[in-house]
């Protein structure tokens, strides 16, 4: 089976009630992520979302690619600049290498936007295909 | 400094030391973080294992809390990770533990960057990883 050039983009809006979700799921209740007030007085000006919901879009990115049963073996990342609340993110990446279909696992180069076109998160990660049997 | 007992002051940048081993909290994939999970991702719907994302949510939790309290306005500003094992299912619980790797003074900012693994409750790593933080105090 061929390994994409591309990863299927996949999206989310971070929303007051994402971000809120997230907070929920992390227990991570940084005022900087829920409190207008407090993150109006931040360089950001404005809540931002935390940094790993940014990248669970990726993880969606790679599950509309490969389907579910696909997961990330390694992964390395810079967080460079933050989503915004009620920002729209994407995730995308390229396969870092030729193909090579006999492969069990390929690394992919990936980055996570918001619609402005500004880097939020960018890295790379090595993804292992098929069932719970092909894990690492 | 663990994640039980937790004091009131946050730590600060000098109470951390190179390679000190610095707590750890147990976590536990509750249906309700499940369904929160389902509600942020519908695509998780049919999810019988935590997604990779939802075990990197219980993952950060983990580090949250096996030392505290973190002061407010830290930036999580580089991340490696390692996915060794099998996720968790819903009810199923796992330990995240955090050593202090190093710490830098770099162009004015405190950054520290910790080492954390996740196993679950059989003791085998389910996940391992580095994180960068900018600390804010």
Redesign the interface.
């Known amino acids: 089976m061929q390994w994409p050039a591309n990863l299927i983009e996949a999206q989310l809006r971070a929303s007051p009630e994402a971000i809120r979700l997230y907070a929920e799921i992390t227990r991570d209740f940084n005022p900087l992520h829920l409190d207008a007030d407090f993150a109006a007085k931040t360089p950001f000006g404005r809540p931002i979302a935390h940094g790993t919901l940014s990248l669970a879009v990726l993880w969606e990115a790679i599950a509309a690619t490969f389907g579910p049963d696909a997961r990330p073996a390694t992964a390395e990342m810079r967080f460079l600049a933050p989503i915004v609340e009620g920002a729209l993110i994407s995730a995308t990446g390229t396969r870092a290498g030729a193909d090579d279909p006999l492969a069990a696992t390929m690394r992919y180069d990936f980055t996570v936007t918001d619609e402005a076109g500004t880097q939020a998160l960018a890295g790379s990660v090595e993804i292992t295909r098929g069932g719970a049997d092909a894990g690492p | 400094m663990s994640g039980e007992g937790r004091e009131s002051t946050p730590l600060r940048f000098a109470d951390f030391t190179p390679g000190a081993h610095l707590g750890e909290a147990r976590v536990v994939l509750d249906p309700e ?1 499940f369904a ?2 389902r ?3 519908p ?1 998780a719907a ?2 019988q294992e935590a ?4 075990l ?3 993952f ?2 983990g580090f ?2 096996a030392f505290a309290p ?1 002061p ?15 996720s968790l299912r819903a009810g199923e619980g796992a330990r995240v533990s955090v050593t202090c790797r190093e710490k830098e003074i770099k162009r004015g900012r405190n950054r520290v960057r910790f080492e954390a693994r996740m196993c679950n409750d059989a003791g085998d790593e389910i996940m391992s990883g580095e994180m960068l933080v900018i600390w804010a105090v």
Not at chain 2, 51 to 54: A, D, E, I, T
Not at chain 2, 72 to 86: S, V
């Open positions: 973080r929160r999970w509600a942020l991702f695509t049919q999810a997604p990779p994302g939802l990197m949510a219980l950060m939790n949250a809390e973190h407010d306005g830290n930036i999580h500003a580089g991340q490696t990770l390692a996915f060794t094992g099998r």
